[in-house]
């Protein structure tokens, strides 16, 4: 099940950052929040140094995995 943000969980993250938001801007995050999971499970992932190419020289076919 995709992670979902409950109107007091925002609520909660809000005030623990000291922000205070329009109906709108809470509207963009709630709407947001599960792509942004989505995201941080891709980029949360053991990569090789070839996720930084350009800091890489001489990589064989072992390095790509």
């Given at each position: 099940m995709p992670?979902?943000?409950?109107?007091?969980a925002l609520a909660y993250l809000l005030a623990a950052a000291g922000l205070d938001l329009?109906?709108?801007?809470?509207?963009?995050?709630?709407g947001i929040h599960d792509s942004l999971a989505?995201?941080?499970?891709?980029v949360r992932q053991k990569?090789?140094?070839?996720a930084e190419p350009a800091h890489?020289?001489?990589f064989n076919e072992e390095?790509?995995?």
């Open positions: 992670p979902t943000l409950t109107d007091p329009t109906d709108a801007e809470k509207a963009d995050l709630v989505a995201m941080k499970a891709r990569r090789g140094h070839m890489t020289f001489g390095d790509l995995g």
